[in-house]
T-cell receptor
Framework: SQQGEEDPQALSIQEGENATMNCSYKTSINNLQWYRQNSGRGLVHLILIRSNEREKHSGRLRVTLDTSKKSSSLLITASRAADTASYFCATEGFTDKLIFGTGTRLQVFP | DAGVTQSPTHLIKTRGQQVTLRCSPKSGHDTVSWYQQALGQGPQFIFQYYEEEERQRGNFPDRFSGHQFPNYSSELNVNALLLGDSALYLC????????????FGQGTRLTVV
């Protein structure tokens, strides 16, 4: 079963614009991670935020976590065509399983 | 430094057959997790191997089994294949039984006909 649900399911933007994706989850977590997947191949780890953190940055990525609302957001600033991919949130809970959301398909047009 | 390698990349099998998928973890990693990703869905956790034992298991039937070897590589076996087993099978490696910041292979695309 999926732990998280991402919103929107699909997002289309122009190069240079910002892209925001949201993730909601159901149970308590140790950490939340974001992954990128190009063309249905392997996933690439982007960023991890722990349950006691509220915001984290990595390059053009900004992740927020609100454990009271069981939600997270991923912001990609100044998007590039190369950012076109599917983005997944994944939660690691106390059962030590990594559970993925349903994903957001991002299309960045040149 | 080789990352996570999976073989084969593509596979076509007939319903009822058995299949074995292989994974070599990233150098320095000792834990392997397997995921099934159906088209348009997020990966679903199958099981995790650490210290040659299955530590965690997702909601998959016993037709799905695995093994981890002393060199930390792993195999995923699926018996009595069903059409619904068609998916991308992903292997992820990590350290000491953890899931954090896992490194994924490129996956094996299994088609059951």
């Amino acid at each position: 079963s999926q732990q998280g649900e991402e919103d929107p399911q699909a997002l289309s933007i122009q190069e240079g614009e910002n892209a925001t994706m949201n993730c909601s989850y159901k149970t308590s977590i140790n950490n939340l991670q974001w992954y990128r997947q190009n063309s249905g191949r392997g996933l690439v780890h982007l960023i991890l935020i722990r349950s006691n953190e509220r915001e984290k940055h990595s390059g053009r990525l900004r992740v927020t976590l609100d454990t009271s609302k069981k939600s997270s957001s991923l912001l990609i600033t100044a998007s590039r065509a190369a950012d076109t991919a599917s983005y997944f949130c994944a939660t690691e809970g106390f059962t030590d399983k990594l559970i993925f959301g349903t994903g957001t398909r991002l299309q960045v047009f040149p | 430094d080789a990352g996570v390698t999976q073989s084969p990349t593509h596979l076509i099998k007939t319903r009822g057959q058995q299949v074995t998928l292989r994974c070599s973890p990233k150098s320095g990693h000792d834990t392997v997790s397997w995921y099934q990703q159906a088209l348009g869905q997020g990966p679903q956790f199958i099981f995790q191997y650490y210290e040659e034992e299955e530590r965690q298991r997702g909601n998959f039937p016993d037709r799905f089994s695995g093994h981890q070897f002393p060199n930390y590589s792993s195999e995923l076996n699926v018996n009595a294949l069903l059409l619904g087993d068609s998916a991308l099978y992903l292997c992820a490696s990590s350290f000491q039984g953890k899931f954090a910041e896992a490194f994924f292979g490129q996956g094996t695309r299994l088609t059951v006909v």
